[in-house]
Each structure stands twice: as C-alpha cells, then as structure tokens.
C-alpha cells in the first residue's frame, strides 16, 4: 500500500511535534474514534446528495486510517481522537451526507483488505493514486502531494528549485524518495556540479541539521515539510525528550523555516471505496465536489498550511472500478 511516502521513520516522532506522545495501535489493530477538529464542519445536507443507506455503522460514514502520518492523519494523545487535514475532510464529506464520520485506526498494510472486508466504508490515509491501486478499489481524488525544499527563514541564496541545489549542502532521509530525488539531479541536471548528499535516519534529524546550518537545504514530503515549517523551537523540542542533545541543539538554533516554492514531483491522492459499493462512491464524489464550490475545501487546507496540494475541480474524479491491467 503506497502512502504519501513509504517507509518513513520518524512518524510516531513527527507526531510528538504539537501533540506530544501517543500510543499507536498495534499493527493490524483497528481503533474506532470519533474525530476532533479545530474547524467546525457542520455542513448541512444538498438536496441532491442522497446518503448511503448501506453503512458499515447505520448513520456513521467509517473511515479507515493509519494515522501516524502528521498533518494528513494522526492520534491527539489529549482525547485519543483521530486528527489531521484527511480526519477534516473526512468529517466535511460525511456531514454534506447528513452522516457523522468515525475512524479506525488500521495499518497501511492492511488497510485494503479491511475495506474489501468491510471493516470501513472508506479509506482517507494519504493514499497516491497508483496503478496498483486503481486496480484494487473505486477513488475520488481530493489532494495532491510530493516532494518540497524546506529553507531557513529568511534564505537569500535564491533556492527556488532542484536546478538550485546543486552544489549546496542538501540534507535527506535515508532510503527516501527524497534521496532518489538528489540522486536523479546528480545524474542529471547537477552533474557538472552534483549536491552534496546528507542522509540522516529520520527527516526530523534532517530538519535539525538545516536549523543547525549545517546543511542549506532538506528535502521532505510536501505535507510534512509544511507541517515543519509550522512548528516552533519548543514544539521541536517536545518531540525530542529523549534525547537531551538534540533538545539542547533545537534551543541554540531557533531558525524558523520555510518552503523553497510549491511542491514538486506530486501525485494525486485519493479517498477509496469498494468499487462494489456504487452508492457509497457517487455520496463521497457528490459530497467532495459540494465541500470544494461551497469554500470548506479550502478553509480546511488554509487551517493545515496545506494550499499547495489543492486539487481542481476537474480532478475530482471517480475511477469506478479496478481497471483489469
């Protein structure tokens, strides 16, 4: 199953960068919460959008989630309540159908088989669309994501893209497609003067050495990176209490952060549904498109420093059923 990015490992610690620790269910566990949000979605029902009647819970649209991947989805340790811009869409497409929306926590691994199982009505867990994917399971297309250049606040080398970076220091996390990235322009458009590659085990530790200045720039995933650029020295420091040296380094660079442009390397996200639950697929399509012409869409990507990975109208589309190859 192809996340936002997989393999990252430093989720559970990213998380910890506003809400502290959390307890992740185990793999294969599910956890149902109700969903908490800083918006109020109370969206009341179009007359044309005709709510599911074939519901895993009657009057709950169930979500399935890995939520360990802050700012799309994640656990608030303060009410064990499913969190994130996914959770806010989640919950805006299910009140346009007149329905509550609850989450189940379940691993990315699993979690298509569990809606194939009917564990969830749907999935929203930062999910690219792939063509293995489209095989499986019917998509309604709601964000775009991918790769982004974080700076220090203030940058004037005029880093604007990977064109830029080449013969600058450039912090990644090892075995990430942001690694693969580097090593592309090295072969390519940086072969005359390649990027300095420094890989770190986690993206957060890629991050420090940026703000350390030791690095000019770090490369991460688009949603993740504008979640850094959010955080503040302290909240970094809260993801680091077991580590005193690293919290002792965050406290002596207080640099903030910022994005060197908008997203590259994006691919379309989808919410997925059983492509045998046709009704279910045309409500979450229907309900998508009324929370994108009534301003909710973007008032929730505004919220979670997200305006990049907007999608057109035009990309708000349904793949109805697997495709056979």
Not at 94 to 100: E, I, Y
Not at 251 to 264: I, N, R, S
Request: proline residues 8%; aromatic residues 4%.
């Amino acid at each position: 199953m192809t996340r936002a990015s997989v393999g990252r490992l430093a989720l559970s610690t990213l998380l910890a960068l506003t809400l502290g620790s959390c307890v992740i269910p185990s793999p294969g566990v599910a956890k149902a919460t109700p969903s908490a949000s800083p918006l109020a979605i109370t969206s009341p029902t179009p007359p044309n959008i005709t709510p599911p009647t074939n519901l895993v819970r009657p009057g709950t649209l169930t979500f399935l989630s890995d939520t360990t991947y802050p700012p799309q989805e994640s656990i608030d340790p303060a009410t064990q309540h499913a969190v994130g811009f996914d959770i806010d869409i989640a919950k805006a497409i299910a009140a346009k159908m007149g329905l509550a929306a609850t989450f189940q926590t379940t691993n990315s691994p699993q979690i298509v088989g569990a809606l194939l199982g009917k564990k969830g009505d749907a999935i929203i867990s930062a999910l690219q669309i792939t063509p293995d994917l489209l095989r499986q399971v019917a998509l309604v297309a709601y964000f775009r994501a991918g790769q982004a250049i974080l700076l220090r606040k203030g940058d004037t080398s005029g880093i604007g893209g990977i064109g830029d970076l080449c013969g600058k220091k450039v912090a990644v996390q090892v075995q990430s497609p942001e690694e693969n990235t580097v090593d592309e322009a090295n072969g390519g458009i940086c072969k005359e003067l390649k990027i300095n590659k420094m890989v770190f085990p986690t993206d957060l530790q890629a991050v420090l050495i940026l703000k350390q200045r030791g690095v000019d720039a770090a490369l991460d995933d688009s949603p993740v990176a504008a979640y850094f650029v959010k955080q503040t020295p302290d909240q970094l420091e809260l993801a680091l209490d077991d580590s005193p040296v690293a919290a002792y380094f965050v406290k002596q660079t207080p640099d903030q952060l910022e994005l060197a442009g908008p997203p590259f390397k994006t691919n379309p996200e989808g919410i997925a549904v059983d492509p045998k639950n046709g009704e279910l697929l045309k409500a979450i399509q229907q309900a998508m498109m009324a929370i994108y012409l009534d301003g909710t869409y973007r008032q929730i990507l505004t919220a979670w420093n997200l305006l990049d990975g907007e999608i057109p109208a035009s990309q708000i589309v349904v793949n109805a059923s697997p495709t056979s190859s």
